[in-house]
């Protein structure tokens, strides 16, 4: 009953200091040999068919699990957070709000940080101890994705996986850096690969359980992976708080642009993919890339865990085909 539940990344360091076990709910359903299942379970509860499938999965996550408590991070993640945890209550869970500030100001996100010390009773000296500890396997992700884009030794599969990870380290770091640095001594004895397209992927992981498959499939390679790469915190940052504050992903999409553009040009990227989960508040957000990203993009819409629908992957293998050419 150590364990510490969260519906999206939050100062995993905090979670550590207190001696708990992370866990990112979304790693829990998403792997979960039965995620579908899990969907269904939600419906059975009473969720609308029309809620997200993440927040569905989330919840029967926390339903048939055991956490000590819940961390609900209610401003910079899904709009639905705040009646998800309250339908958790009725399951008998403590919940911990937390709030990444929309206008990303310093004082404001402290707050947070110290509240959430405060519930787990811990102080600025340990927060910091394990901040400094964590910075060794928050720089075997830089090496992974460097690995993947510069080196091309590494698929766009394997760097989500790993990436996607670092949001509560498999619930320990030091076992996760262990294997992660046995990976990347493998990785570095391979050939490297000769894709035909280089793609970029933005918004949050899919839901599709064979999306790298299929594009990897098609000739071409996924060698930005933008929201799995901010899970690592892919910036060298003074302090925690810096650390969050230089966090893109619960600041909107003008907060996310600058870094998606650079990596753009940086990584020799011919085309993007964005993706968007139905039902999500983000879908409306494809309307500012679209304006400002100046390369071939595909939204490509996911509902329910599995493998690509029929229409979806159609869609795909157009647009690869179109930048083959």
């Given at each position: 009953m150590n364990r510490i539940g969260f519906?999206?990344?939050?100062?995993?360091?905090?979670i550590l200091a207190a001696g708990k076990i992370p866990v990112d709910l979304n790693n829990i359903f998403i792997e979960h040999p039965q995620a579908q299942q899990l969907i269904t379970q939600a419906e059975e509860a009473g969720y609308p068919r029309n809620t997200c499938g993440w927040v569905k999965g989330l919840y029967a996550v926390a339903a048939t699990h055991d956490f000590e408590s819940l961390i609900a991070v209610m401003q910079g993640d899904c709009s639905n957070t705040q009646a998800l945890m309250e339908t958790l209550v009725l399951k008998g869970y403590?919940?911990?709000?937390?709030?990444?500030?929309?206008d990303?100001?310093?004082?404001?996100?402290?707050?947070?940080?110290n509240k959430l010390m405060a519930f787990f009773n811990v102080n600025q000296d340990e927060l910091l101890a394990v901040?400094?500890?964590?910075?060794?396997?928050?720089q075997l992700c830089r090496e992974l994705d460097l690995m993947t884009w510069r080196d091309?030794?590494?698929?766009?599969?394997?760097?989500?996986?790993?990436?996607?990870?670092?949001s509560d380290f498999n619930g320990d770091p030091a076992e996760y850096a262990d294997k992660l640095e046995t990976f990347l001594n493998e990785a570095r004895t391979r050939k490297p690969f000769k894709d035909q397209v280089r793609l970029a992927y933005i918004g949050v992981p899919p839901i599709?359980?064979?999306?790298?498959?299929v594009v990897e499939s098609m000739g071409a390679r996924v060698v930005f992976n933008e929201i799995q790469r901010q899970f690592s915190m892919p910036y060298e940052a003074a302090d925690p708080v810096e650390q969050y504050l230089l966090y893109t992903y619960p600041y909107g999409a003008f907060a996310r642009l600058p870094d998606i553009t650079h990596e753009l040009?940086?990584?020799?990227?011919?085309?993007?993919?964005?993706?968007?989960q139905t039902f999500c508040f983000r879908q409306i957000e494809d309307i500012i890339y679209r304006d400002k990203i100046k390369l071939p993009l595909l939204t490509l819409e996911g509902d329910k865990p599995g493998k690509l629908?029929?229409?979806?992957?159609?869609?795909?293998e157009s647009f690869i085909s179109m930048l083959k050419t």
């Amino acid at each position: 009953m150590n364990r510490i539940g969260f519906t999206t990344s939050i100062p995993v360091e905090i979670i550590l200091a207190a001696g708990k076990i992370p866990v990112d709910l979304n790693n829990i359903f998403i792997e979960h040999p039965q995620a579908q299942q899990l969907i269904t379970q939600a419906e059975e509860a009473g969720y609308p068919r029309n809620t997200c499938g993440w927040v569905k999965g989330l919840y029967a996550v926390a339903a048939t699990h055991d956490f000590e408590s819940l961390i609900a991070v209610m401003q910079g993640d899904c709009s639905n957070t705040q009646a998800l945890m309250e339908t958790l209550v009725l399951k008998g869970y403590k919940i911990m709000p937390f709030a990444y500030p929309f206008d990303r100001e310093r004082k404001a996100l402290e707050e947070q940080f110290n509240k959430l010390m405060a519930f787990f009773n811990v102080n600025q000296d340990e927060l910091l101890a394990v901040w400094r500890n964590l910075k060794h396997v928050r720089q075997l992700c830089r090496e992974l994705d460097l690995m993947t884009w510069r080196d091309n030794l590494i698929s766009g599969w394997e760097n989500h996986r790993c990436l996607v990870s670092s949001s509560d380290f498999n619930g320990d770091p030091a076992e996760y850096a262990d294997k992660l640095e046995t990976f990347l001594n493998e990785a570095r004895t391979r050939k490297p690969f000769k894709d035909q397209v280089r793609l970029a992927y933005i918004g949050v992981p899919p839901i599709f359980t064979d999306f790298y498959e299929v594009v990897e499939s098609m000739g071409a390679r996924v060698v930005f992976n933008e929201i799995q790469r901010q899970f690592s915190m892919p910036y060298e940052a003074a302090d925690p708080v810096e650390q969050y504050l230089l966090y893109t992903y619960p600041y909107g999409a003008f907060a996310r642009l600058p870094d998606i553009t650079h990596e753009l040009a940086l990584r020799d990227v011919d085309g993007v993919i964005h993706y968007t989960q139905t039902f999500c508040f983000r879908q409306i957000e494809d309307i500012i890339y679209r304006d400002k990203i100046k390369l071939p993009l595909l939204t490509l819409e996911g509902d329910k865990p599995g493998k690509l629908d029929s229409r979806s992957r159609m869609r795909l293998e157009s647009f690869i085909s179109m930048l083959k050419t």
